[in-house]
């Protein structure tokens, strides 16, 4: 049998007890007040207790958020529709954020001269094969370089400090994972396949917007920023119009197979705009900035039903699409409402930057297939968004063939209609072989850089998801 240890009073064992013990030898008065402050202070407590308990009734009667999951490979635009939502429905939000981005345009315009130096110096060498899987560089694609361009390049060069600095700042413990554009020119392919990217869990936007005294109060641009690389910018501007205008170079990207104005933040035919001194993005410009994300982030918005009046919380969660990363996609499948997968049409004829030897339209099918297939996402409402039809357009008229890259296309015409009907049929055929229950086909084409446009699919898509939502409530029948 356990032994009793004897009881000792509270007053002499507990320190807090001790402390808000009444006064040994208090008076009948005293006595009297301290009885009424303490039925003061029990009401207070009382009646935030009883706050608490109405707060979490309400907080169970309140339809749960939805939830929506954007999923696809490295640049289909998962980051770009983020925007788009967040500008149609928290715009205050989105647009208290240009200081960040305006330093991510730049460090796009940065990357872009570097892939045209980069060509060049390619040009010069022909044993340097260009990192386009369907290009080639032979002996006869050298071009003569003047004295111009020779110039140009030099005085280019400077441009790396720019990214230094620039990427210094991003780099944020554990926020960033970059490779500068210096390393010695051997391996191209190699440099053009790497790019900064934000891990979307730290607020690496913080490192351009906080602790500053002289911001631009409208745009929270830091003027007077000495580590502001704008004045440099502004200050090779010509030279980057003249390098970007040069026929040589025109000749020698398409030598080289580079078509620099699909690829991911470029700005190179708003040079004007983005160097001028007081730089500020616009929107538009936001939308086009390209930064890769790293890890998963969860974006919280309010999202009003027009036809109710009513308001749902709404959750999207934004992944990164590299190959490496999507295992990390998994533990989100779970409870979500829906899906926006987006499949880059316009990217038939490209490889995946992480494995150059997968084409990236045969690589969105396998990822489709994989969603579509998948048990613990049968009744997730699946959005396919063929997103990059303004590119997919450019692509076809400028002669480009679908045949040549997807066999069995075979003689259809090579208009973009009758390319997207073929490649919706497509996906569509993979949802109807591969859903473990029926399922609906909704698919959109869409250019998620065109707010116009992009703000009717997701408006749609958000009155959908309401009412499903409330239906499922059975707030609605
Ligand atoms: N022209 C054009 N560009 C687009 C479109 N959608 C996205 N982009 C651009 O493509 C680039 C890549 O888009 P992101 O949204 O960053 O791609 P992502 O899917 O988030 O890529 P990861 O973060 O690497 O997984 C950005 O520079 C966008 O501005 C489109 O419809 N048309
Ligand atoms: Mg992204």
Known sequence: MPTRVPRRSMEDSDPIANAIAPPQNESPAAKEIRIQKERAAKQVSDAIDAELSREQASEKKRP???????????????????????????????????????AIVQLNVVRSIHVILD????????????????????????????????????????????????????????????????????????????????????????????????????????????????????????????????????????????????????????????????????DDHILRARLKTLGVSEHRMRLSDPNGGMSRDFRIFDVGGTRSLRAAWVPYFEDMDAIIFLAPISAFDQVLAEEPTVNRLADSYKLWTSIVSNKLLQSTNVILFLNKVDIMHAKLASGIRLSDFVDSYGRRPNDFDSASRYLKKQFNAILKQNSPVPRIFYCHLTNAIDTKSTKFVLAGIKDMLMRVHLQESHLIL
Do not use: C
């Not at 999951?69 to 788009?84: A, D, R, V």
């Not at 900064?196 to 869990?201: E, R």
């Open 119 to 282: 060509a060049i110096t390619r040009s010069q060498n022909p044993n340097e094969r260009p990192p386009s899987a369907r290009s080639s560089v032979s002996s006869s694609d050298s071009l003569r370089i003047d004295s111009e361009l020779a110039h140009l390049k030099t005085r280019l060069s400077s441009l790396l400090d720019i990214e230094k600095r620039l990427l210094k700042r991003l780099s944020l413990p554990g926020s960033t994972e970059w490779e500068p554009t210096e390393r010695p020119l051997a391996s191209p392919r190699k440099r053009q396949s790497r790019e900064i990217a934000v891990n979307s869990t730290v607020a690496w936007k913080g490192a351009f917007t906080k602790g500053r005294e002289s911001f631009d109060s409208d745009h929270q641009v830091d003027w007077d920023d000495p580590e502001d690389p704008g004045i440099l910018l502004h200050a090779r501007s010509e030279d980057m119009k003249r390098l970007w205008a040069h026929p040589t170079v025109q000749a020698i990207l398409e030598k080289q197979s580079i078509r620099l104005q699909e690829l991911a933040g470029f700005f190179l035919d708003s040079l004007d705009e983005v160097t001028s001194l007081r730089y500020v993005p616009t």
């Open 64 to 102: 749960k958020p939805v939830k929506i999951l954007l999923l696809g490979q490295s640049e289909s635009g998962k980051s770009t529709t983020l925007k788009n939502f967040q500008l149609l429905y928290e715009p205050k939000a989105f647009r208290a954020e240009r200081a960040s981005w305006r």
